[in-house]
């Protein structure tokens, strides 16, 4: 089944499309201000460079602080979940995910099965953030 994954950060609007394991294709470009038209922006221009259209896509997919956004979506999930289960199909056997993140970054810990054990954020501020390290670089 061709699934078509929109996650819409505070930085950065991001979409992929896999099939049976594979990715198929993928783009970035800059959320801005209005979350809602980047996921619309981001899941076209895919579309259009992967040579693909709506038909093509069997389900869609959206995450991120911005995911509510995405009403074209099938189904929404937290970064958190969307983090484990991405990870799980790339690599069965990892068990620490590290996310930094334009508003905050999270460790998650995965079982044996990809599942969350468990998982710690920062959001107070800045610091460790990827905007923190965007401005520094």
Do not use: W
Request: charged share 25%; glycine share 12%; hydrophobic share 40%.
């Amino acid at each position: 089944m061709r699934t078509a994954g929109i996650d819409i950060g505070s930085i950065t609007a991001k979409a992929a499309i896999v099939e049976d394991g594979g990715i198929l294709g993928t783009k970035i470009i800059f959320t801005g201000y209005n979350a809602e038209a980047a996921g619309v922006k981001v899941y076209e221009d895919l579309l259009s460079e992967s040579g693909m259209d709506t038909s093509s896509i069997a389900k869609i997919v959206s995450t991120g602080y911005g995911r509510n956004s995405v009403k074209f979506a099938d189904k929404t999930f937290t970064e958190i979940m969307a983090h484990a289960a991405g990870a799980y199909l790339l690599n069965p056997k990892i068990r620490t995910i590290i996310d930094i993140g334009g508003q905050d970054s999270k460790a998650i810990a995965l079982d044996e099965k990809g599942k969350v054990r468990n998982f710690v954020m920062n959001d107070k501020c800045a610091a460790g953030t990827g905007r923190f390290l965007e401005v520094m670089a």
